[in-house]
């Protein structure tokens, strides 16, 4: 196999949703891959999966994007495999609902960890390898609440605020070394688990705001960062005007936003509060897609 942009790949958050429909895509190519994320049962569904579509090669590396020795054990793992490392795709990320007043100290800083220690540590093992090469790809799965405000998600919009930062600051730091990319993608609601995985303290578990998009159609733009490089990919067809409507229309945002919420992204369920799978993986909720039949 010739060398591209996705031959070796590094796949976090690898066991459910988009970064386990990343990983299918790339293996349909014929990739390399290294799946990180904290549980290994799933790991190992999918990495049998990731064979049967026609993945060259499969690791499996169980751990946390919060343990930077974690991160930089699986990429030594690669190295060692591989000879080399191509690309990392990070798409590990955990969610809590819940008024800030109410999320638990430690399920919001899990959330905002996770997010955002969680790409510094991938960034401080995988960059200075890039540098070495004199060439790789990271791309980031961030989301269009990096780029807005909305109630009852607050530990998830600082965590993407604070991801999307870092991002915008590793590509100013890697312009010195051309063959080096950084990219992120921010999906708009998309069918995966994470909504059904998340904790909860808002009396409901949440679900994806219409329009939902398939796993699947975010992994296609997510992988088309590695071959066509960007500095930040809306995959989300409304993702500009809701955008838009938060930096123009403040006062009009402010007074939509919570209840379109309760309408549209909470799954108005009676729920006790639950931490999810934010501190340890839950296997049994693990899988490619949700149950809201995403286009």
């Given amino acids: 196999m010739s060398e591209t942009p996705s031959s070796n790949v590094l796949v976090t958050g690898a066991s459910s949703g988009i970064g386990r429909a990343t990983a299918l895509l790339l293996?349909?190519?014929?990739?390399?891959?290294?799946?990180?994320?904290?549980?290994?049962?799933?790991?190992?569904?999918?990495?049998?999966?990731?064979?049967?579509?026609?993945?060259?090669?499969?690791?499996?590396?169980?751990?946390?994007?919060?343990?930077e020795a974690a991160v930089r054990g699986a990429v030594e793992a690669a190295l060692g495999r591989f000879g080399r490392l191509d690309a990392?795709?990070?798409?590990?990320?955990?969610?809590?609902?819940?008024?800030?007043?109410?999320?638990?100290?430690?399920?919001?800083e899990t959330v905002v960890d996770t997010s955002l220690h969680g790409?510094?540590?991938?960034?401080?093992v995988v960059l200075p390898l890039f540098r070495r090469q004199g060439t790789g790809h990271l791309v980031v799965v961030s989301s269009l609440l990096a780029s807005v405000a909305t109630p009852l998600m607050g530990s998830y919009v600082a965590?993407?605020?604070?991801?999307?930062?870092?991002?915008?600051?590793?590509?100013?730091?890697?312009?010195?070394?051309?063959?080096?990319?950084?990219?992120?993608?921010?999906?708009?609601?998309?069918?995966t688990?994470?909504?059904?995985?998340?904790?909860?303290?808002?009396?409901?578990?949440?679900?994806?705001p219409p329009p939902v998009y398939s796993p699947h159609r975010v992994a296609r733009a997510v992988v088309a960062r590695?071959?066509?490089?960007?500095?930040?990919t809306q995959s989300g067809v409304l993702n500009p005007l809701v955008i838009a409507g938060f930096r123009l229309l403040p006062a009009v945002y402010d007074a939509?936003?919570?209840?379109?919420?309760?309408?549209?992204?909470?799954?108005?369920?009676?729920?006790p509060p639950s931490e999810g799978n934010v501190f340890r993986s839950r296997p049994e909720g693990n899988a490619t897609e949700g149950r809201w039949r995403g286009i």
């Fill in 27 to 67: 293996a349909r190519r014929g990739a390399r891959l290294v799946l990180v994320a904290r549980g290994r049962t799933s790991l190992e569904e999918t990495a049998a999966e990731l064979r049967e579509a026609g993945a060259a090669d499969v690791l499996v590396c169980p751990g946390d994007v919060g343990d």
């Fill in 88 to 108: 990392v795709v990070h798409s590990a990320q955990v969610m809590a609902y819940g008024r800030i007043e109410d999320v638990p100290r430690e399920a919001f």
């Fill in 119 to 124: 790409t510094a540590n991938v960034a401080r």
């Fill in 159 to 191: 965590a993407k605020w604070g991801q999307l930062g870092l991002v915008r600051t590793l590509q100013l730091e890697t312009r010195d070394v051309p063959g080096i990319t950084v990219s992120a993608v921010a999906p708009g609601g998309t069918d």
């Fill in 193 to 208: 688990p994470i909504y059904s995985q998340a904790g909860t303290w808002a009396g409901s578990t949440g679900r994806p």
């Fill in 226 to 232: 590695l071959d066509r490089p960007r500095r930040l």
């Fill in 256 to 271: 939509l936003v919570g209840p379109l919420l309760k309408v549209f992204a909470l799954a108005r369920d009676d729920v």
